[in-house]
């Protein structure tokens, strides 16, 4: 993404980042606030949010920002050669290491280092992580020489960490070493203001490299972008506009550019969220209709009813919501209205699981 497109920095917002609304605005707040410091930060968010992009901004805006900035996607590789990209190796080694090679915590010494998908690592090679987070020491593979590195650690995840640790499948102590200050960044479902913001962004970032003239949107191009529940977030709109320009036969960028994922499935998804939200708003109505048609002969019972065909309605509320949202939880709950451990312990409450 060329950051030379990016609007004036009137709304406190980033360099290359692109969103004036108020969940970004707290992203940018954090990320200015922690940047100047050295301390590690933990990057949270959906797969396609932009985290390498704060990531990026924080290493610019700090006093590392002429060091250099080293990029690990921890995610794919496996892990011995991890090991190897990270900490180095020495002749010998192992098959195939001909030469001596530097590790990306070396190549990073007096910069930053971003750790993308952490995630994905093993808890033995967290075990080697560990010690560089604590000690700023580490040894290449096959190595026994101890070498100390002034590197600041960025790292990743679009997982849960604490989940994991649960699970079994992350080391606490890390956990605790990376998240000394979490940002999370908000999915693009969140953050539907910032959505013609982008699209303009991206529409003249396109067309100047495919040297076309797509300048108009149709109104209706930017409602459905706005009712999409975006699994793929930023990154999926980007894919999107960059067809767009491709694809478009004039200036104007209309409906039949957009992907069916999108134009099949806005109405539903806009008429699921309305439809949730009145369909809650009656439960109570419902219910005491139930009550006054007699159906419960006392006021414990009239109670019970009650609590039933809330619970009823509610289930079969969120069963549907659930299958307009492929099962994703995440989606689910911000179509209901509420938060995504709220939404896990009622699936768990009424079986659907």
Sequence with gaps: MNADLSPPNDSGSLPGIIGSSEPMKRVYQLTRQVAKSDASVLLLGETGTGKELIANAIHQLSNRKSGPFVKVNCGALSENLLESELFGHVRGSFTGAVNNRTGRFEAAHMGTIFLDEINSTTLQLQVKLLRVLQERQLERVGDTQTIEVDTRILAASNRDLMDLVREGLFR??????????????????????????????????????????????????????????????????????????????????????????????????????????????????????????????????????????????????????????????????????????????????????
């Design 172 to 353: 606490e102590d890390v956990y605790w070493r990376l998240n000394v200050v979490p940002v999370v960044i908000p999915p693009l479902r969140e953050r539907r203001d910032d959505i013609p913001e982008l699209v303009t962004f991206f529409l003249n970032h396109y067309n100047e490299i495919n040297d076309r003239y797509v300048v108009h949107i149709q109104r209706d191009v930017v409602h459905a972008l706005q009712n999409y529940h975006w699994p793929g977030n930023v990154r999926e709109l980007q894919n999107y506009v960059e067809r767009a320009v491709v694809m478009a036969t004039g200036d104007e960028f209309t409906m039949e550019l957009l992907p069916p994922a999108v134009t099949d499935t806005s109405a539903i998804a806009e008429a699921v969220t309305s439809g949730s939200t009145a369909i809650k708003a009656d439960l109570d109505t419902l219910a005491n209709l139930v009550v006054q048609e007699g159906l419960a002969s006392s006021a414990e019972e009239e109670e019970n009813l009650h609590g039933k065909v809330v619970d009823r309605v509610e289930k079969e509320l969120i069963e549907q919501v659930l299958k307009a949202c492929d099962g994703v939880q995440t989606r689910a709950a911000a179509k209901l209205g509420i938060n995504r451990n709220t939404l896990h312990k009622k699936i768990r409450d009424y079986g659907l699981e």
